[in-house]
């Protein structure tokens, strides 16, 4: 039987199969996080329940949170968990645009914000609580098996189900908001002189230096409204203000709140029941018609856009959990009732020519650091992600040749990357060569899987899960003589993919 417990633009990979030995999990529909998507509470008594599924602990700077809890969710409890140790509460060091996706499939997919010192949700956890294909529940962290954590913080859902998950926090500062509207071109030159400064201060070998050249990407934001060839750029600059006080916006302080129960406990075993007992019922969703505001015009959609979340995007200081910017709540139900559309990302840089009209909505251009996860993106260094929506296939039936083209040079030109948990796959991943796209890291992931899931369990519909090694003589051999109990040997070549046949 087959088991996955992610949803995601990439069918092949986030569905089990279509037959009875496959079974999909929705983590956001367990009893206990139900009730609290249903019903979110941030700051009642009944929050320190056994049952409610975060936990914050002050002494080590973490929360613990059961893996079907959204994003959002989170952010805004962590904002109202204030104490004297933070005033205006707590948040992730860095968070994705998208806040309704859940925690597990987050870590799951290296979901990112934008950040080159606290890398992807994957990177800023501490703990994952896998269910393993044998019924137990393993916990990694980067002390009880580096190997195994480095696979199990971003592991696509291969290895295991996600229950719980720590992640770093931090007191809540003030940050200021910056945006600035410029052209694509004038941002190019900004980026190019952020790059050229990044490669002196490696050069120089200073990690200060280096620190220092990043902190001027460090957090930005930019929106490319591609077919007027104007940008927002948003930057936030927290430097005379460091997690102090400013005017007025002191919060009252209150030390005397308790931290909450966490949800379950490591090293217990799952069975049937259990899982069965907390499981609803799914409803299929409606198929959506065309979005004709889009349809009846590119460059007028995106005019109407601009001055839409324009307005949104002002000057100020405001606490970081409402600062950094990120999708609301309106937007995501407009989107998901009225405007069928596919996400994709890819890791790197392009200029789009005049392919603009391809784009309804203006592309997410962020950065982010370099990751030590198998799978990161970012694994190998700090790289630029471009968050780019096909909103026109759907509403007009007809395949968007000026979007596909622009994810043409992304891969073709740039090779690009693909993010683990959005569209493209297998379109623009045909044949998937993993030793070609991680050749560092790629054969360590197979041996934590050949470990935690040697029968194949949580494998899915993708044909990406392909693995072949040569001995030292060059002998080709069963990945599982490569493998030890901390990765793949040196000694062993982790070899490209054969040629798949058309």
Not at 151 to 167: K, M
Not at 344 to 364: C, M, Q, R
């Amino acid at each position: 039987m087959n088991v996955l417990a992610l949803r995601s633009w990439w069918q092949q990979q986030f569905c089990a199969g279509n037959n009875s030995n496959a079974v999909g999990i929705v983590t956001t529909e367990m009893t206990n996080t139900l009730k609290d998507i249903l019903d979110p509470s941030y700051a009642k008594p009944s929050q320190a329940e056994a049952s409610f599924p975060i936990k914050v602990n002050e002494d080590t700077r973490t929360v613990r949170v059961q893996a079907g809890i959204t994003q959002r969710i989170l952010l805004n409890y962590l904002a109202n968990y204030t104490s004297a140790s933070a005033p205006y509460g707590y948040v992730l060091p860095a968070f994705a645009w998208y806040v309704d996706q859940t925690v597990g499939g987050a870590v799951s997919t290296g979901t990112h914000g934008s950040t080159m010192f606290w890398g992807s949700l994957s990177s800023q956890a501490v703990r994952v609580v896998l269910a393993l294909a044998n019924g137990t529940l393993l916990e990694l962290t980067p002390d009880s098996n580096l190997h195994l954590w480095r696979a199990g913080q971003l592991a696509v859902g291969r290895l295991g189900i996600v229950t719980e998950i720590d992640f770093k926090i931090v007191p809540q500062r003030l940050l200021m908001r910056m945006v600035m509207t410029q052209t694509f071109d004038e941002f190019v030159s900004w980026t190019m002189e952020a790059q050229e400064r990044f490669k002196a201060a490696v050069a120089s070998g200073s990690q200060t230096a280096i620190s220092d050249s990043l902190r001027a990407v460090d957090q930005t934001q930019l929106f490319w409204f591609v077919p007027l060839n104007q940008t927002y750029l948003i930057t936030y600059n927290s430097s005379d203000i460091p997690r102090e006080f400013v005017d007025d916006l002191q919060p009252e302080a209150n030390p005397a709140r308790p931290n909450v129960a966490a949800l379950s406990s490591a090293g217990r075993r799952l069975f049937q029941e259990e899982l069965s007992a907390g499981v609803y019922a799914q409803a299929p969703s409606p198929i959506l018609g065309p979005n004709l505001a889009i349809t009846n015009g590119v460059e007028s959609f995106n005019l109407l856009y601009k001055a839409i979340i324009g307005g949104a995007f002002a000057n100020g200081t405001f606490p970081e959990r409402t600062a950094i910017l990120n999708e609301n709540e309106f937007i995501n139900k407009y989107t998901s009732d009225n405007d069928p559309y596919d996400q994709y990302e890819v890791a790197d840089a392009v200029t789009a020519g005049n392919l603009g009209l391809g784009f309804a909505v203006p592309p997410l251009i962020r950065f982010v650091n370099g990751e030590e996860a198998y799978l990161a993106n970012t694994n190998g260094g700090p790289r630029m992600f471009f968050n780019i929506e096909d909103h026109l296939s759907f509403s007009t039936g007809v395949d968007n040749t000026k979007f596909q083209t622009v994810m043409g040079i992304f891969r073709q030109e740039c090779g690009a990357r693909m993010h683990w948990g959005k569209a493209g796959w297998p379109r623009w991943a045909a044949c998937f060569d993993g030793a070609k796209e991680y050749p560092d890291t790629w054969c360590s992931f197979g041996c934590a899987v050949r470990e935690l899931d040697p029968n194949g369990k949580f494998r899915s519909m993708s044909d990406v899960w392909v693995w072949n090694a040569t001995d030292a003589s060059g002998t080709s051999v069963p990945l599982d003589e490569c493998c030890t109990p901390s990765g793949f040997k040196a000694e062993c070549t982790c070899q490209h993919r054969s040629p798949c046949s058309a």
